[in-house]
């Protein structure tokens, strides 16, 4: 149990949809950052919030976005949504410590599918 | 650009086997490296990580070394269990910058009894 909750577990759109996935940090932790784990494949980083801005981002197009709310919680949206956007998208909060410090705890991650 | 390479799975051992799941990497600094594990259902744990180069990462009977010479960090385990099934991911960050984890692509472990 890493104190990391993700909502809804699971999400069914069609293409050309918006989505919305939510993200609660676990307590005390100021840093969020978003993934993404096509089918087989490793987790691909999209971006990461630092105390209310982001702060990195992975080669994502704009249609990616996010926010992170004054008590640390996160979303995700996805505008127009693609088939390829099927995945598994992993949330993961951490301290924003430097390097090898800043542990990261992962949340079991939204389940999407694209129709 | 970062990049993690994984020997592809899946990797079938009977209980008690010895376990070796290579991993090479390619950076332009000197980053961290870390292996996650993923358990069906279930997000991603940290199960182990090395910061420099020769550091041993231990933890659960797995361990992994950073070898820089040879960019590699491979997890070895001396003797596996039903409960090690699952899939294992090798990682790197570097120190500097984004700071981003950089994923290679798993590797399935079953155990069989």
């Known amino acids: 149990e890493t104190g990391v909750t993700q909502s809804p577990t699971h999400l069914i759109k069609t293409r050309g949809q918006q989505v919305t996935l939510r993200c609660s940090s676990q307590s005390g932790h100021n840093t969020v950052s978003w993934y993404q784990q096509a089918l087989g494949q490793g987790p691909q980083f999209i971006f990461q919030y630092y105390r209310e801005e982001e702060n990195g981002r992975g080669n994502f197009p704009p249609r990616f976005s996010g926010l992170q709310f004054p008590n640390y919680s996160s979303e995700l949206n996805v505008n127009a949504l693609e088939l390829d956007d099927s995945a598994l998208y992993l949330c993961?909060?951490?301290?924003?410590?430097?390097?090898?410090?800043?542990?990261?705890?992962f949340g079991s991650g939204t389940q999407l599918s694209v129709l | 650009g970062d990049s993690v390479t994984q020997m592809e799975g899946p990797v079938t051992l009977s209980e008690e086997a010895f376990l070796t799941i290579n991993c090479t990497y390619t950076?332009?600094?000197?980053?961290?490296l870390f292996w996650y594990v993923q358990y069906p259902g279930e997000g991603l744990q940290l199960l182990l990580k090395a910061t420099k180069a020769d550091d041993k990462g231990s933890n659960k009977g797995f361990e992994a070394t950073y070898r820089k010479e040879t960019t590699s960090f491979h997890l070895e385990k001396g003797s596996v269990q039903v409960s090690d099934s699952a899939v294992y991911f090798c990682?790197?960050?570097?120190?500097?910058?984004?700071?981003?984890?950089?994923f290679g692509s798993g590797t399935r472990l079953q155990v069989q009894p």
């Open positions: 993961a909060s951490s301290l924003g410590g430097t390097g090898a410090q800043e542990k990261l705890f």
């Open positions: 950076a332009t600094g000197y980053p961290s």
């Open positions: 990682a790197l960050r570097e120190d500097t910058g984004r700071r981003a984890l950089t």
